[in-house]
Structures are given as structure tokens and as C-alpha cells.
């Protein structure tokens, strides 16, 4: 690939989620509005090789754009017989309609990418349709990206894309900002999204990698450009401060041969201090913008307390406890109370951890969840109750379809009986 195709490539990935944005008001159409947005880049790859790159690429992509969707336009009318007989009277309309959309393309883009943001992540949509579309519109991933970091296949992929454009379009979702109440219900839907894809780049369910580090970018960026979208809301800067600080973590995840390195065994010198500090800013505006945080301010608050460690063994897990006490009180999710298990063993023995996640056991929701007999077996190894930990470490490798998980797992079954 040539230079100036590196250089569109890139304009590409940055202007695309906001031309299509911009497209949408205006067509209430998605399919359409990715069509005149792809029809501005083929313009870009024709022109822009010979001419050179503008200096306002951004406005050039929206300009070759906005003649697409007036000649299509225009095009319409015609195929519709509203041409006949067109006097100087008609054709004046026609010209103040035509400036009309180019108005409305010319708008501030904040608030359409807020819109196509909330469009995208609709709950009128499945969790899966709602993360593939998001990833194809906002980030721009290919279809055949968002397939190899999901391991899907690409025609399931696409198939689902067009789908939920179809769903969208069928129930007449409006291109708009929720407000008041709806606002919070939706925004959760968009923090949700958001964070599912992170977490599938964090630790991978399924495949030979532990990680896929380009969904976790993705999500940083999304998360980032809702930041900035959404000033006023806790919970959007909350998500972002914990992903950050997570993200810190990447390098020191895993070790030479891509094997996982937990937590407490990572090399903290290899954590990104700018990440961190990033997630600890973002955390104070959380804590700012509401001293009672929510689901994911209350994770970052988490995850802060690891990140101000500069040894594992300076961990503050009385301050952890009791924030998992508090996100368990919030929440209610059995997976927060396996987290909180572990954090309350780190306070008073593995003793204590067991008891709490024996009463978990009988849960619907962790019943294939291979993490919880991953953390009892641990438990159970540090109490000497090695036979016992052996058979909850098997257990958890035959419950996750993640290949370097299960290695590390075996592994830890193998060292009981040393």
C-alpha cells in the first residue's frame, strides 16, 4: 500500500464514525448514510492520490458526501415523475431544499455522534448486534475485523449488521438523544456495549490468545469520545477511569510465549504509568461529578487501589472489601460476589473467601462460569487441601474455551500434586 493510501487509511478510521453521523441526521437512513460515506471515500482513493491529501481532509470527505446525497436526491425526484414540466418557481425550491441539506450536514458534530452512538446501541437490539454495529459504525472496524476479534465468522458478522439496520429501521428508532429518564436506561445500554467489548479484548472467552488487544483500544476510544461527548456523567467517566487503569496491565499480562501472568505475580514495573494516571483522573471526575458512584466507578475505585501499589504486598484489600461490599449492595451480580470473595480472603484467610463462595455454588449464573471453581480450587490450595484443589482446578479447564487459560489451569492442578 502506498503512503498516501497509509495516509487515507488513517483520515479514514478518524473521520468515518462522524461523516456517517452527520449523514444520518439527515437521511435517517444508516444503510444510506454508510453509502454516501463510502461513496466520499472512493472519491478520496480516486482523487487524493493524484491531487494530494487536502488540508481539511475531514470537510473534503463531507463536501464529496453531501454532492452524493444531493445527486441522489436529485436522482429520486426524477425516477418519481416530479420533474415534469419544472419552471423557474419549481427549480428555486428545489435549490432552497438542496441548501437546506447542505445546512444540515454543516452542523457541529458532537451532538450527531452522540446520536449515532445511542442509535447503534438501541436496547431495541440484542447485546451482539448492538456491539457489532457499534464497531462497525463508531470505530470503523471491517466487518471482517469485528468477525476475527469476536472469532466469529464474517458472514455472521455482516449478517447481524444488516439486521439490526433493519431492526432499527423497522421500529423507526428517531435519530435523536434520549432525554430524562430514558436517558439513563439507554446510557447504560451504551456504557454496556462498551465494556463487553473491552472485557472480549481483556481476556479473551474463547481462542489461543488470552488477549486481543485491539478490542480493548476500541473500547478506550469509544469510551474516550463518550467522555467527551458527556461531561456531566459519572458513570461515562467511571467506565473510562477503569478501563484505563486496566489497560495499564496489558504488557505485563502475559509472559514470553503469551502464557497469563495474574495479577498478583505481574511486574508492575511494566504497568503504563500514563494509562494509570489517565484512569486516576478520570476517576477523580467521577467522584466529582457524583461522591456516590455507580457500578463503574465503584470497579475503578477497584482498580485504583491496585494501580497505587507499587508492590502487590502494598495492596489495600480492607479498602477493596469494602468497595465489593458496596458494588455487591449495588449490584447483586454473583460474579461481583466471587470478586468479593477473593478480596475478603485477601483480609481474613481463605478460610473466609471458601465460606463465601461455597454459598455461591448453587448459583444459576455460575454454574458453567469456570472462574468460580478456578477461585475455590485456589482457596483450597492454600489451606492444604490439595486432592480437593486438583479437582476444582480440572474442573475450570473443562469449562473454558479459552486455550491459554485452560494451559494455566492444568498447570495449577499439576502443581497439587508436588
Request: charged share 25%; with cysteine; net charge negative.
Amino acid at each position: 500500500m502506498s503512503e498516501v493510501h497509509h495516509a487515507i487509511d488513517a483520515i479514514w478510521r478518524i473521520e468515518q464514525a462522524k461523516l456517517i453521523a452527520g449523514l444520518a441526521r439527515f437521511t435517517r437512513d444508516l444503510s444510506l448514510a454508510e453509502e454516501l460515506a463510502q461513496d466520499a471515500l472512493l472519491s478520496a482513493l480516486e482523487q487524493w492520490p493524484r491531487m494530494g491529501i487536502p488540508e481539511k481532509p475531514g470537510a473534503w470527505l463531507m463536501t464529496a458526501a453531501k454532492n452524493r446525497a444531493i445527486d441522489k436526491a436529485r436522482k429520486a425526484k426524477l425516477a418519481q415523475g416530479k420533474h415534469v414540466e419544472i419552471g423557474r418557481e419549481r427549480d428555486a425550491e428545489q435549490e432552497i431544499a438542496w441548501e437546506a441539506l447542505e445546512d444540515a450536514l454543516d452542523d457541529p458534530m458532537g451532538d450527531d455522534l452522540l446520536r449515532l452512538i445511542f442509535v447503534s446501541c438501541h436496547p431495541v437490539l440484542s447485546t451482539d448486534a448492538r456491539t457489532a454495529l457499534t464497531l462497525r459504525l463508531i470505530s470503523g472496524l471491517t466487518t471482517e475485523e469485528i468477525a476475527r476479534g469476536f472469532l466469529q465468522s464474517e458472514p455472521t458478522i455482516a449478517q447481524r449488521i444488516v439486521r439490526a439496520k433493519r431492526t432499527l429501521a423497522e421500529k423507526h428508532v428517531p435519530f435523536e438523544i434520549p432525554r430524562g429518564p430514558e436517558l439513563t436506561q439507554r446510557l447504560a445500554s451504551v456504557l454496556e456495549v462498551i465494556y463487553l467489548t473491552f472485557n472480549e479484548g481483556y481476556s479473551a472467552t474463547g481462542g489461543d490468545d488470552w488477549m486481543r488487544p485491539q478490542l480493548c483500544e476500541e473500547a478506550l476510544r469509544l469510551a474516550r469520545i463518550l467522555c467527551g461527548l458527556m461531561p456531566e456523567e459519572s458513570e461515562v467517566f467511571g467506565l473510562t477511569a477503569l478501563m484505563e487503569i486496566q489497560a495499564s496491565r496489558i504488557e505485563a499480562r502475559t509472559g514470553p510465549s503469551g502464557e497469563p501472568i495474574l495479577l498478583l505475580d505481574q511486574n508492575r514495573a511494566l504497568w503504563d504509568q500514563l494509562l494509570i494516571r489517565r484512569g486516576l483522573a478520570a476517576l477523580a471526575r467521577a467522584e466529582a461529578l457524583s461522591p456516590a458512584l455507580g457500578r463503574y466507578g465503584l470497579q475503578a475505585a477497584i482498580a485504583a487501589c491496585h494501580a497505587r501499589a507499587r508492590e502487590a504486598t502494598q495492596t489495600d484489600w480492607a479498602r477493596i472489601a469494602s468497595l465489593y461490599d458496596a458494588l455487591a449492595a449495588l449490584e447483586g451480580s454473583p460474579v461481583v460476589d466471587l470478586n468479593r470473595a477473593v478480596a475478603h480472603s485477601m483480609v481474613a484467610g481463605p478460610q473466609a473467601g471458601l465460606d463465601l463462595v461455597d454459598a455461591l455454588i448453587g448459583e444459576d449464573a455460575l454454574k458453567t462460569y469456570h472462574l468460580l471453581p478456578s477461585v475455590r480450587g485456589d482457596f483450597l490450595f492454600k489451606l492444604g487441601r490439595l486432592a480437593e484443589a486438583e479437582a476444582e482446578f480440572r474442573r475450570a479447564a473443562s469449562l473454558t474455551q479459552n486455550a491459554r487459560e485452560k494451559s494455566l489451569l492444568l498447570e495449577r492442578a499439576a502443581a497439587c500434586r508436588q
